[in-house]
C-alpha cells in the first residue's frame, strides 16, 4: 500500500546514503528533490511489476469496454483482430 505522505530526500542523500534509501523504498516510494523540488520517484521492484501489472489489467478492462460498446452499436470484431490490438499494446 502506498503511503499517503511522501517520503522525500535530496537526491544527493541517495550518492551518501543508498543504504538508507535502499531501506526507505521498503516502506513505499521515495521522491528525490534536486534544488527543492521533485526530481524523481523512486520504488522497489515489487511495487513497479505490481504497477506494471495493474496497468496491463486496466488496459485489457478498456479494451474490453470499447468492444463491448462497440457490440452494443452493432459493430463487431473478429477474434483475429483483437488478438493483433492485443499483440500491439503488448497486452498479449
Known amino acids: 500500500m502506498l503511503k499517503l505522505v511522501p517520503q522525500i530526500e535530496p537526491i544527493t542523500w541517495l550518492a551518501r546514503g543508498h543504504k538508507e534509501v535502499l531501506e526507505l523504498l521498503q516502506k513505499g516510494p521515495v521522491?528525490?528533490?534536486q534544488h527543492s523540488k521533485a526530481a524523481a520517484?523512486?520504488?522497489n521492484v515489487d511495487t513497479w511489476n505490481e504497477t506494471l501489472r495493474r496497468l496491463a489489467y486496466l488496459e485489457r478492462l478498456a479494451v474490453g469496454d470499447r468492444a463491448s460498446a462497440a457490440i452494443g452499436q452493432g459493430a463487431y470484431d473478429t477474434e483475429e483482430s483483437v488478438d493483433a490490438g492485443f499483440r500491439e499494446?503488448?497486452?498479449a
Do not use: K, N, P
Request: charged share 10%; aromatic share 0%.
Open 41 to 43: 520517484v523512486l520504488v
Open 89 to 91: 499494446r503488448g497486452t
Open 31 to 33: 521522491i528525490l528533490a
